[in-house]
């Protein structure tokens, strides 16, 4: 197990760098109707200089964020918002890299295993060089 985290490292930081912030246009501190929805993460800084950043729960009335925690901001007083999106073909280019390497490492680790049996005494390893 103490092996595989490296690679769980790998893939977590992987997948992490397929998303991105995406700032959404602002007018007079109110965001466009659907840019924002129940479930996005967004970072928000509100005209007070107030840094936020929260999944939200709801959109109430198209134009008040209420967060998972109880946050709650008006249009009117944002300064700035992003929205957290994921790239899908990032996100497929990173997975397939990821199987690539982990297959290589398999596929590799089984070669030299069967070598090293090879090379010192094949009844070690038994009938699993067979199969």
Do not use: W
Request: with cysteine; charged share 20%; aromatic share 2%.
């Amino acid at each position: 197990m103490v092996r595989r985290l490296p690679l769980v490292l790998a893939a977590a930081l992987a997948l992490a760098g397929c998303a991105s912030h995406q700032p959404v246009p602002m007018r007079d501190g109110a965001f466009p109707l659907g840019s924002v929805r129940a479930g996005d993460d967004v970072r928000a800084t509100t005209r007070s200089g107030q840094a936020l950043s929260f999944e939200v729960a709801s959109v109430e009335g198209g134009s008040t964020l209420i967060g998972e925690s109880g946050e709650r901001v008006a249009a009117g007083e944002l300064e700035s918002l992003e929205v957290v999106r994921r790239d899908k073909h990032k996100t497929h280019v990173a997975l397939a890299v990821l199987g690539g390497v982990v297959a290589a490492g398999l596929i590799l680790g089984n070669a030299e295993a069967t070598a090293l049996c090879a090379e010192y005494n094949a009844d070690v390893c038994g009938d699993r060089l067979l199969r």
